[in-house]
């Protein structure tokens, strides 16, 4: 049989299958550069281990101290939602009414900006603040949910050393992570907060007229950095700046305090400990001058 009967013979022709088999040469070349093309993509393609997911959540948190689930749902959570779910582009939204707080999840299509979508969600909660309890402790927090902002790691610093040495450690090693290009934000929990505890003489303070908020007021007074302008030399000029900040406890003991009747060094009277935040003093304890009187002093409390 001939080339042209069968030609004729054939009653149906995939024509890219014909080209395919006629130039099967160039077919050889195409799928070698795809392959080619495609190791090296591959290969370049960024891996992560923890991959941005983005959901577009928002939050919303409410407290109310001293109220059952059931007036929270009626209360709170009600009005919220009656507000919250006239937004477009809600796709599902969930509520939890417990003892003393209510907690809305509103979850978006993922085509709404999360950006947007957290300023509409706070202004509809501005429309129902008026629904809301007028004595309210504080207003509705809302906040969005970012996977990023979940740590990806968390280290334990523990031994045999004292909370001030951990703290010390725990800070260097933060600055040291925080260096790592990769790394947005390192926190640190568990550590109380430093804070000078002044035990104030309270029969001094009635004999000399003063109050506790003329020693506030001159305690922070003094723990302040003031700029003090510019000075020229020649081509430059350099910044004047004054160091009042405490750098030890016998600064404060020396604090003078002036009234409407005179001034009185009254802190240095007192009993001053260097210690951490809710009366937990930590150890290396420095104690000044222990205060005198038969009436147990008041502790007062100043952050530095």
């Given at each position: 049989?001939?080339?042209?009967?069968?030609k004729?013979?054939?009653?149906?022709?995939?024509?890219?299958?014909?080209?395919?088999?006629?130039n099967?040469?160039?077919?050889?070349?195409?799928?070698?550069?795809?392959?080619?093309?495609?190791?090296?993509?591959?290969?370049?393609?960024?891996?992560?281990l923890?991959?941005?997911i983005?959901?577009?959540t928002?939050?919303?948190q409410?407290?109310?101290?001293?109220?059952?689930?059931?007036?929270?749902?009626?209360?709170?959570?009600?009005?919220?939602?009656?507000?919250?779910?006239?937004?477009?582009?809600?796709?599902?939204?969930?509520?939890?009414?417990?003892?003393?707080?209510?907690?809305?999840?509103?979850?978006?299509?993922?085509?709404?900006?999360?950006?947007?979508?957290?300023t509409?969600?706070?202004?509809?909660?501005?429309?129902?603040?008026?629904?809301?309890?007028?004595?309210?402790?504080?207003?509705?927090?809302?906040?969005?949910i970012?996977?990023?902002?979940?740590?990806?790691?968390?280290?334990?610093?523990?031994?045999?050393?004292?909370?001030?040495?951990?703290?010390?450690?725990?800070?260097?090693?933060?600055?040291?992570?925080?260096?790592?290009?990769?790394?947005?934000?390192?926190?640190?929990?568990?550590?109380?907060?430093?804070?000078?505890?002044?035990?104030?003489?309270?029969?001094?303070?009635?004999?000399?007229?003063?109050s506790?908020?003329?020693?506030?007021?001159?305690?922070?007074?003094?723990?302040?950095?003031?700029?003090?302008?510019?000075?020229k030399l020649?081509?430059?000029?350099?910044?004047?700046?004054?160091?009042?900040?405490?750098?030890?406890?016998?600064?404060?003991?020396?604090?003078i305090?002036?009234?409407?009747?005179?001034?009185?060094?009254?802190?240095?009277?007192?009993?001053?400990?260097?210690?951490?935040?809710?009366?937990?003093?930590?150890p290396?304890?420095?104690?000044?001058?222990?205060?005198?009187?038969?009436?147990?002093?008041?502790?007062?409390?100043?952050?530095?």
């Amino acid at each position: 049989m001939s080339a042209k009967e069968i030609k004729d013979s054939v009653i149906r022709e995939f024509k890219l299958t014909t080209l395919a088999l006629k130039n099967r040469n160039t077919v050889f070349l195409l799928a070698f550069i795809i392959l080619i093309f495609g190791g090296i993509s591959y290969k370049n393609l960024p891996k992560e281990l923890f991959p941005d997911i983005v959901i577009p959540t928002i939050m919303v948190q409410t407290t109310y101290p001293g109220n059952a689930p059931i007036d929270i749902e009626n209360l709170i959570t009600r009005p919220l939602e009656k507000e919250i779910d006239g937004i477009n582009g809600i796709r599902e939204l969930n509520s939890t009414s417990a003892q003393d707080a209510s907690m809305i999840f509103v979850e978006f299509n993922t085509d709404v900006n999360i950006d947007d979508a957290l300023t509409e969600v706070k202004d509809a909660v501005d429309k129902a603040m008026s629904e809301l309890p007028n004595d309210l402790l504080f207003d509705p927090l809302v906040m969005d949910i970012d996977l990023a902002e979940f740590p990806i790691i968390n280290i334990n610093l523990s031994g045999d050393f004292s909370l001030e040495e951990l703290r010390d450690y725990a800070e260097y090693l933060e600055d040291e992570i925080e260096s790592i290009s990769e790394i947005s934000k390192v926190e640190l929990e568990g550590l109380n907060e430093r804070e000078i505890l002044i035990n104030v003489d309270l029969l001094k303070m009635e004999a000399l007229e003063l109050s506790f908020f003329d020693i506030e007021m001159a305690i922070t007074a003094e723990n302040v950095s003031i700029s003090g302008g510019e000075l020229k030399l020649g081509s430059a000029r350099r910044s004047i700046r004054t160091i009042g900040e405490f750098k030890s406890i016998k600064e404060i003991e020396d604090i003078i305090i002036f009234t409407g009747s005179g001034r009185f060094n009254c802190v240095g009277t007192t009993m001053i400990k260097a210690g951490l935040e809710e009366g937990k003093i930590g150890p290396g304890t420095e104690v000044v001058e222990a205060s005198s009187g038969s009436q147990a002093p008041r502790r007062y409390c100043s952050s530095l």
